[in-house]
């Protein structure tokens, strides 16, 4: 009953800029963690941002500069701004929360339906 919905994805050329958006919605009662990982086919899921309920960040090193993630807690959203887009950026997109569903004893992650970036000419 609890479940993130992101969209923000698409096809984009090399140097562009994409921002990525992550709902969390249902039976809500906190929210910790959230972020980002990707995935392409035949590879292992790589984190890519986190931040906290507290907006500590940390990212993966080869985005470090380039990617801002943000978090909007009124709208139980996280975001991910994408800029200086490369080729090796292409993945399926995943957002991650760590949630306390009403009435739970404890937090679980959560994972969005995924969205594709394509950075390509």
């Known amino acids: 009953q609890v479940h993130l919905v992101e969209s923000g994805g698409g096809l984009v050329q090399p140097g562009g800029s994409l921002r990525l958006s992550c709902a969390a919605s249902?039976?809500?009662?906190?929210?910790?963690?959230m972020g980002w990982y990707r995935q392409t086919p035949g590879k292992e899921r790589e984190f890519v941002a986190l931040?906290?309920?507290?907006?500590?960040?940390n990212y993966l090193l080869s985005v470090e500069g380039r990617f801002t993630v943000s978090r909007d807690n009124g709208r139980n959203t996280v975001y991910l701004q994408m800029s200086s887009l490369k080729p090796g950026d292409t993945a399926v997109y995943y957002c991650?929360?760590?949630?306390?569903?009403?009435?739970?004893?404890?937090?679980?992650?959560?994972w969005g339906q995924g969205t594709q970036v394509t950075v390509s000419s």
């Open positions: 249902g039976s809500i009662f906190s929210i910790d963690d």
């Open positions: 991650y929360a760590a949630i306390k569903s009403m009435g739970a004893r404890v937090f679980m992650p959560y």
């Open positions: 931040i906290t309920e507290q907006s500590a960040t």
